[in-house]
């Protein structure tokens, strides 16, 4: 067995380890208070024993004063003068206050005071009975009085002195052997506390490097990788392909670039939710189509990138392997869903540029889309021509405007039972004063990614009213014209659409009721609360509201009863096939039915074949439009073929 790494003894530091140490330490402390109580009584104490000796030595001097004057008193001369007398007297008065202090501190001593007060009581009562002035007799009597009480005095003090001096040296020296001990025990203790102390800091240090080197992995795992699927970004991915194709031994590598197709919808009609899942089940997937030594990576929103060494075309089996696994349907939310992938393939050598590089994977997968998407491409050296085209092309459209650059065409809405035009649908185009006229597919993605749509579209709301509005007004056609036009998610999301079409409305002064605006099924579902109210707003302008390319999405039909809707318009993917498959005929019937009972129109779009419109009139459906009827026409154009009879236009072909 190994011994674990230092990293690990670390991190085996615990909560509750800590709390020991902590607690430890408090111990220490709290028994270093109590011994530092008992230190300074002890040295109190001794301090005692200081005064005590101090009052010792005072008693010592108390005798020997005691001895001076009992010799004095051997030579008293025989006078009668008091005064000799009362001189030695005081001095045995001082003996004995010296005693009586003493014995005050230690009442032990109180048994020796009489030793020394008595002599002296029968020495003042021997004073009293002297005549004034005595006789020499009566002064030979007093002296062997005074003399007898200054040798008791003396010899009490005496044996106190021995007694007194013995118990202090006694007492003095275990109170400073106290001391000295209560001194080492607080060392040991200080000396415990600190190490106690320090081991904690040493632990909670490493402790500390420990967590911050976790921390700092986490940093680093979550700068370097996808939240949502776990894979490394695009970051992690730039850093991989730059050492890969900076290293000396680096070969030949690919990159393959995928974009999910179709995951806008998804994630606009199931929620945010559905579309992460999804995006968890594609990352799953991917996974499945690499080698371990491929770098699988998420870039960011529904686009992928897989780094793939190897030999030169490494990477074709891989693309196609990933672009086959993403066609299998995926159950998300209940609901089955169907994402394919544009895949863009691009090779580099040792010494380029990994941003180069993966700007042409990005480049080819752009190519795959434009040719029909789920499809594979490889880099062509041309495909930069066709990115800066499109560059050019986004700067162009913010200037097409003021310049007067865009035309609005029309094309009519016919009903099924009649023939008639009922309305016409609104179209942008461009007309590019070096390209000529560009078709709405080539630049209405652009603006869209660009912003430039919501100006784009306000224009086109207020040409087109102004235009059907005139017609109206001339009589050209009855009963008058209903007109569509289109808002993108980005126009619709706009909190001024409301004031913009109230704008349109008053400007042309066409009625508000034959005005309806075309709000896709994925732009209505991507916030249903919020296009509720929207939709709420615009209809108590008097607005009509339509749905279009219903059925390409995944919402539920039961939603449509939430929201304020005139008019169902049906993929044209339901009607390319309705006349020969019975599953397209089936969805058409169950639109229209559910339409029908909403009180709503059913208009279905992209109508090319007779074949088509008997079908769809056999099954319900209102109104449609397409190139059997008409392709869409300039105002003047359109114009022209509205006065004529609406069933002479039944004929015109897909032109």
Not at 113 to 132: G, K, Q, R, T, W
Not at 188 to 208: E, F, H, M, N, P
Not at 358 to 380: H, I, Q, S, W
Request: charged share 25%.
């Amino acid at each position: 067995m190994t011994a674990p790494s230092d990293l690990e003894l670390r991190r085996n530091l615990s909560a509750p380890q800590v709390a020991l140490i902590v607690a430890l330490i408090a111990l220490t402390a709290a028994l270093q208070l109590l011994i530092l109580r008992a230190y300074v009584q002890v040295d109190g104490t001794t301090q005692t024993f200081s005064d005590e000796a101090e009052a010792l030595g005072s008693l010592s001097n108390s005798q020997r004063e005691t001895l001076r004057t009992l010799n004095a008193v051997e030579a008293l001369p025989r006078t009668r003068d008091l005064a000799d007398l009362r001189l030695q007297r005081a001095v045995l008065q001082r003996h004995l206050s010296w005693m009586s202090a003493m014995a005050g501190r230690q009442p032990e001593l109180l048994e020796q005071v009489p030793a020394v007060s008595e002599p002296l009581a029968e020495f003042d009562a021997a004073l009293a009975s002297l005549s004034d002035p005595p006789s020499t007799g009566e002064v030979e009597g007093v002296v062997p009085v005074l003399r007898d009480a200054l040798q008791r005095s003396e010899v009490a003090s005496r044996v106190l002195y021995g007694q007194q001096e013995q118990r202090l040296l006694a007492s003095t020296l275990a109170a400073l052997e106290a001391r000295s001990q209560f001194q080492r025990l607080l060392l040991a203790t200080s000396v415990l506390t600190i190490g106690v102390a320090g081991c904690l800091v040493v632990s909670l240090r490493r402790r500390i490097q420990a967590d911050f080197g976790l921390a700092y992995d986490a940093l680093r795992h979550q700068a370097y990788h996808d939240a949502l699927t776990g894979l490394p970004n695009r970051p992690a991915f730039t850093e991989r392909l730059g050492r890969v194709l900076g290293s000396a031994d680096g070969g030949a590598v690919g990159v393959v670039y995928i974009d999910l197709d179709g995951f806008k919808t998804v994630n606009d009609s199931l929620g945010h939710q559905a579309g992460d899942d999804l995006l968890v089940v594609v990352a799953g997937r991917l996974e499945q189509a690499t080698r371990p030594e491929d770098f699988l990576a998420r870039l960011g929103g529904d686009e992928f990138t897989v780094l793939v060494p190897g030999r030169p075309d490494s990477a074709e089996p891989i693309a196609h392997r990933v672009a086959d696994l993403l066609r299998d349907p995926v159950t998300i939310a209940g609901q089955e869903v169907f994402v394919t992938a544009s895949v863009g393939i691009a090779y580099g050598a040792q010494g380029e540029d990994p941003e180069a590089l993966l700007r042409d994977a990005d480049a080819a997968m752009y190519e795959a889309k434009e040719r029909g998407r789920a499809t594979v491409e490889r880099f062509r050296p041309e495909l930069h021509e066709r990115a800066l085209e499109r560059l050019q092309i986004v700067s162009a459209l913010r200037t097409a405007i003021a310049r007067d650059e865009l035309r609005v065409h029309y094309q009519p809405i016919v009903e099924l039972e009649t023939a008639r035009s009922t309305g016409v649908e609104a179209l942008v185009r461009w007309a590019h004063p070096e390209r000529g006229l560009v078709p709405p597919c080539s630049f209405v993605p652009l603006a869209e990614d660009s912003g430039t749509i919501v100006a784009i579209d306000g224009w086109v709301l207020g040409h087109a009213c102004a235009d059907v509005a005139g017609w109206n007004a001339a009589a050209a056609t009855d009963p008058p014209l209903s007109l569509n036009v289109n808002m993108s998610a980005r126009s619709f999301g706009d909190r001024t659409l409301v004031e913009r079409v109230a704008t349109a409305l008053s400007d042309s002064g066409l009625p508000a009721g034959l005005l309806r605006l075309e709000i896709t099924e994925s732009a209505v579902m991507e916030d249903p609360v919020a296009a509720t109210a929207m939709l709420q707003d615009l209809s108590a302008l008097g607005v009509g509201l339509a749905i279009d390319d219903f059925g390409s999405g995944y919402s539920s039909l039961s939603q449509l009863r939430h929201f304020p809707v005139s008019q169902l318009k049906i993929d044209k993917g339901f009607v390319d096939h309705v006349d020969s498959d019975a599953r397209d005929a089936s969805v058409v019937r169950a639109i229209v039915t559910l339409a029908h009972t909403l009180g709503q129109r059913v208009v279905a779009e992209g109508i090319e074949r007779d074949t088509q419109r008997a079908r769809l009139r056999q099954l319900g459906c209102d109104d449609g439009q397409g190139y059997l009827f008409s392709k869409p026409l300039p105002a003047d154009e359109l114009l022209a073929r509205l006065r004529e009879r609406a069933p002479s236009m039944s004929g015109h072909g897909n032109g």
